[in-house]
C-alpha cells in the first residue's frame, strides 16, 4: 500500500502570500495518478489538481502542481481570503486502489 | 450540471444496516467508474469502495470488507452501498464520487452515518 504523508500539517500564512504544500509518497507514484483536493468547512472536496499539474476546469492559475516520483507539491501563489481551508493529495495505485493524504490546513496568520 | 446527491444516512445502533444511495445527473453515469469516500468527524478523507462501470470491477478497503457491499443500477442512474455489521468506527459523513480517470470529480454533497447505542 502506498502511504502519503503530507506537510506541514497547518499553514499560518497572511493573504497575499505563497503558499507551498507537499505531498511525499512511500514509494513512487506515476505522475498521471497524482491529483490535490481543496475542502473547505462543511463542504465537500473540490478537484483542484490533477495528473500532479494539470488545472482542473474553473481552478484558478494562481493554483499550481508540480512534481514526480515520490514528492510532489502544491503551490497557491498569493493568497485569496477564500483559500483558507484542507488540502488533500490522492494517488491511485493498485491496491486499494485509492489513499488519501492526511491533509494539510492553511489557515490564516 | 454535473450533480451528485446522496441520502439514506442516519442513526443506527452498532451491528445495525444502513443503505446509502446517490443519485446522479447531468452525465453519461453508464459511462463511469463510481466511488465511496467516508470523513470520520473532524478526520481526514478515507477511500471506502469503488465500482466500474459495468459493474465488474469492485474494490473494497480492508476496513469494510465483508461487512459493505457497493452496487449500480445504470438504468436509475444510481449508487448503492449497502452497510451492515456497523460499528463506532464507520460514524463519517459518507461522499460518493465520480471516478474521472485517476482522480475524483465532482463530489456529492455528503450523507452523515451515526453509529451509536
Do not use: H
Request: proline share 5%; aromatic share 12%; charged share 15%.
Amino acid at each position: 500500500e502506498i502511504v502519503l504523508t503530507q506537510s506541514p500539517g497547518t499553514l499560518s500564512l497572511s493573504p497575499g502570500e505563497r503558499a507551498t504544500l507537499s505531498c511525499r509518497a512511500s514509494q513512487s507514484v506515476s505522475s498521471s495518478y497524482l491529483a490535490w483536493y481543496q475542502q473547505k468547512p462543511g463542504q465537500a472536496p473540490r478537484l483542484l489538481i490533477y495528473g500532479a499539474s494539470s488545472r482542473a476546469t474553473g481552478i484558478p492559475d494562481r493554483f499550481s502542481g508540480s512534481g514526480s516520483g515520490t514528492d510532489f507539491t502544491l503551490t497557491i501563489s498569493r493568497l485569496e481570503p477564500e483559500d483558507f481551508a484542507v488540502y488533500y493529495c490522492q494517488q491511485y495505485g493498485s491496491s486499494p486502489p485509492v489513499t488519501f493524504g492526511p491533509g494539510t490546513k492553511v489557515d490564516i496568520k | 450540471e454535473v450533480q451528485l446527491v446522496e441520502s439514506g444516512g442516519g442513526l443506527v445502533k452498532p451491528g445495525g444496516s444502513l443503505r446509502l444511495s446517490c443519485a446522479a445527473s447531468g452525465f453519461t453515469f453508464s459511462s463511469y467508474s463510481m466511488n465511496w469516500v467516508r470523513q470520520a468527524p473532524g478526520k481526514g478523507l478515507e477511500w471506502v469502495s469503488s465500482i466500474s462501470s459495468s459493474s465488474s470491477y469492485i474494490y473494497y478497503a480492508d476496513s469494510v470488507k465483508g461487512r459493505f457491499t457497493i452496487s449500480r443500477d445504470n438504468a436509475k442512474n444510481s449508487l448503492y452501498l449497502q452497510m451492515n455489521s456497523l460499528r463506532a468506527e464507520d460514524t463519517a459523513v459518507y461522499y460518493c464520487a465520480r471516478e474521472d480517470l485517476y482522480d475524483f470529480d465532482p463530489w456529492g454533497q455528503g450523507t452523515l452515518v451515526t453509529v451509536s447505542s
